[in-house]
T-cell receptor, first 115, second 113 residues
């Protein structure tokens, strides 16, 4: 079955530590996205990538970094500069095309907490 | 820039009652509109989408939504609520000159027996 796999499901970060969240998709989608979800705030866009080796900052990119070396993979690193990283992180992908009317497909998320 | 507003962060209905979740959008160009559902500790699942073909859109699990341009609305309805409908629902908008999607803050639906 095609889909998006996020790992791990739960992750704990120590002070001053960088952690990386994995996102892999086998849908052959060009575009991939990272969202942060906090209670009552919906989804906020962290980074997105429309094509391999290219990515753009979203609304809340500070304290995060990404890479897109392969079409299937879009890992997110939460750096020590992100002072409030506790949240639910969702990865998504969609068929590329400016003006695409196609929906985004989501993984099952990673819940990150501070130790 | 496009945006959506979901009226009511919490909605409670009795089992068998009508479900109505409200979504209003703001966009200077024709929008594409989506409703997603999220169960606890899971990702978002697409319920339905409006892409300008028909104003009344039918989705999965008996849900439907009507696009009303004059009211800039895309409310989600279901004639008869089931206990399994309890979840959080998100409205989202995308336009043909932008590749990202904007989500509303979500509405948590509770279904009482």
């Amino acid at each position: 079955d095609g889909g998006i796999t996020q790992s791990p499901k739960y992750l704990f970060r120590k002070e001053g530590q960088n952690v990386t969240l994995s996102c892999e998709q086998n849908l052959n989608h060009d575009a991939m996205y990272w969202y942060r979800q906090d209670p009552g705030q919906g989804l906020r866009l962290i980074y997105y990538s429309q094509i391999v080796n290219d990515f753009q900052k979203g609304d809340i990119a500070e304290g995060y970094s990404v890479s897109r070396e392969k079409k299937e993979s879009f890992p997110l690193t939460v750096t020590s500069a992100q002072k409030n990283p506790t949240a639910f992180y969702l990865c998504a992908s969609s068929i590329q095309g400016l003006g695409s009317n196609q929906p985004q497909h989501f993984g099952d998320g990673t819940r990150l907490s501070i130790l | 820039a496009q945006s959506v507003t979901q009226l009511g962060s919490h909605v409670s209905v009795s089992e068998g009652a009508l479900v109505l979740l409200r979504c209003n959008y703001s966009s200077s160009v024709p929008p594409y509109l989506f409703w997603y559902v999220q169960y606890p500790n899971q990702g978002l699942q697409l319920l339905l989408k409006y892409t300008s073909a028909a104003t009344l859109v039918k989705g999965i699990n008996g849900f439907e939504a009507e696009f009303k341009k004059s009211e800039t609305s895309f409310h989600l309805t279901k004639p008869s609520a089931h206990m399994s409908d309890a979840a959080e629902y998100f409205c989202a908008v995308r336009t043909n000159n932008n590749n990202d999607m904007r989500f509303g803050a979500g509405t948590r639906l509770t279904v009482k027996p």
